[in-house]
């Protein structure tokens, strides 16, 4: 799977750790970015991951700041876009199963390196289960389509 990775200046290190992994996994990695240390403004990397995942570039994205709330908020502005805030497993698992999540935000202050692991590693793994979920997620398209041509029409 072809999957991007970004994170803010706090997450740069876990976002290097989760490169490895998904490689590891046998995944296409993408780096988007940032390189350094240096601090920047999270608006920016979620942008560059989930327009791509927006357009069909890529097909999923992980994004790391200090809580991953930032992220999470900026990467649901786009369409087709469904980015979850993971902090374990089970909503790492969840998220896939049921909400068919095509990105996932992780806090790099919060979580350790092996729960980071299994996060990956379950959200990875995990399949959308359809039927009434697909019904639920047609409605949250909906309202996304409802609120895309209203806010065009204004
Ligand atoms: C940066 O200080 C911090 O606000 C950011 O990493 C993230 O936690 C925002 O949601």
New binding site residues.
Partial sequence: MKIAVAS?H??VRVKEQILAQLAQLGHETLDYGPEGNDSVD?PDFAKAVAKDVSKGVIERGILI???????CVAANKFPGVRAVNCHDDFTAEMSRRHNNANVMCLSA?LLGDRLLNRIVESWMAAEFEGGRHARRLEKIAEIEAECCHETSDE
């Fill in positions: 803010d706090r997450g999270y700041c200090g809580t991953g709330l930032g992220m202050d």
